[in-house]
């Protein structure tokens, strides 16, 4: 079994900053992808950045250049600099992971959220 636990959102006004972590718990040999997908109310989930276990990063289109993906691979977390937030932003925050388990099998997991609300 393997979780992943989210951490770092909350209210904060446009302009303003905020850290995200994840960090990934349980039988876990080694660790993929990780990312960041945001959900607002009523729309579809999407992607917001991946990073490989290379640090090889991605971003979408409408966070580039203000948001910055990155990792620790000794502690399984991934951290989610949001900078110049907007209230376009807010949104619910999940965390993914794809995960190689003790037992060699994959395992894609996913936090339960965090809470990410611009004020305009």
């Known amino acids: 079994q393997v979780w992943l636990v989210e951490s770092g959102g909350g209210l904060v006004q446009a302009g303003g900053s905020l850290r995200l972590s994840c960090t990934a718990s349980?039988?876990?040999?080694?660790?993929?992808?990780m990312g960041w997908y945001r959900q607002a109310p009523g729309k579809q989930r999407d992607l917001v950045a991946t990073?490989?276990?290379?640090?090889?990063?991605n971003y979408a289109d409408s966070v580039e250049g203000r948001f910055i993906i990155s990792r620790d691979n000794t502690e399984n977390t991934v951290y989610l600099q949001m900078n110049s937030l907007k209230p376009e932003d807010t949104a619910v925050y999940y965390c993914a992971a794809n995960i190689l388990r003790l037992d060699w099998s994959r395992q894609d997991s996913w936090g339960p959220g965090t809470q990410v609300t611009v004020s305009s």
């Open positions: 349980g039988s876990i040999r080694r660790i993929n992808f």
């Open positions: 990073i490989s276990r290379g640090d090889s990063a």
